[in-house]
């Protein structure tokens, strides 16, 4: 029913056989759904592709290329990605809309120790962000975006939604894509997750709710919880949440320098 492909420097393919999943008018109404999204989001329709009840898209992980050697694994699981992030090669390539504002996301990484501060200089906004992703997957992919902990990346639903004010933005977009079928899409999520030798003995941490209840109730157990935004989402937040398990340095200590 649903097949992973193997990930490549950060992205991977999914295949979806619909026709396993879904009734006849199920399917209908998931085709329906999938063009009103391609119509409203380009980097959606760019990424996707649903003929004869297969539906094919691309999303993204970050795992470390090098050896665990001695520094703990801290495995950040996101609700799900963003079109425009997978588009461009890299988790929150920038914010949401046109004009390629640096996310803020990066920064409460950097406070929490977890992906070192990346600033470009460059003016164009998009050439900025281009370059500063490059860098950060590179740190992330070389394992050496903290000092202290061995990072990997992922999300717990796999397909991409905009970012934009849509209906169909975010994890709810992909609940509601997949309501009839969504505790076996879950299923499939989880086992894929799973499967991933960096999970193994590393500090889960979840950051959207609904995704983390999920996984919770599937696999009963309780990884960690970290709000992206709203209250307690702030860096310090995830910092302290880190260091109740691990022993990090002091802020001011963590980085050697910042560009």
């Given at each position: 029913m649903v097949e992973f492909y193997?990930?490549?420097r950060g992205n991977y393919s999914v295949e979806l056989d619909l026709n396993k999943l879904f009734d006849a008018d199920q399917l209908s109404l998931f085709s329906s759904r999938y063009k009103t999204i391609a119509a409203q989001d380009a980097d959606f329709?760019?990424?996707t592709s649903l003929r004869d009840g297969f539906f094919r898209y691309e999303s993204e992980t970050l795992l470390p290329l090098?050896?665990?050697g001695?520094?703990?694994?801290?495995?950040?699981?996101?609700?799900?990605?963003a079109t425009h992030s997978v588009r461009n090669g890299m988790f929150f390539f920038s914010k949401s809309g046109d004009k390629f504002h640096r996310s803020g996301i990066w920064g409460k990484?950097?406070?929490a120790g977890l992906?070192?501060?990346?600033?470009?200089?460059?003016?164009?906004n998009y050439e900025a962000r281009l370059k500063e992703a490059n860098i950060r997957k590179l740190m992330i992919l070389s394992g050496a975006s903290s000092t202290c902990f061995l990072v990997g990346v992922t999300t717990f639903y796999s397909l991409p939604t905009p970012a934009s004010e849509s209906s169909y933005s975010g994890v709810a977009g992909v609940e509601k894509l997949f309501k009839p079928a969504l505790k076996e899409i879950a299923k499939a999520e989880v086992k894929r997750i799973q499967?991933?030798?960096f999970t193994d003995g590393a500090t889960i941490v979840f950051t959207q709710k609904s995704s983390y209840e999920m996984y919770c109730k599937l696999t009963d157990t309780e990884p960690e919880f970290w709000p992206?935004?709203?209250k307690g989402s702030g860096g310090d937040k995830l910092a302290k949440l880190l260091a109740d398990s691990h022993h990090i340095p002091s802020e001011k200590d963590r980085w050697t320098s910042s560009e």
């Open positions: 193997q990930v490549k329709k760019a990424l090098i050896g665990e001695f520094k703990p694994k801290v495995f950040i699981v996101y609700g799900n990605p990484l950097a406070k992906v070192a501060p990346v600033r470009s200089r460059i003016k164009d499967s991933y030798p992206i935004r709203g």
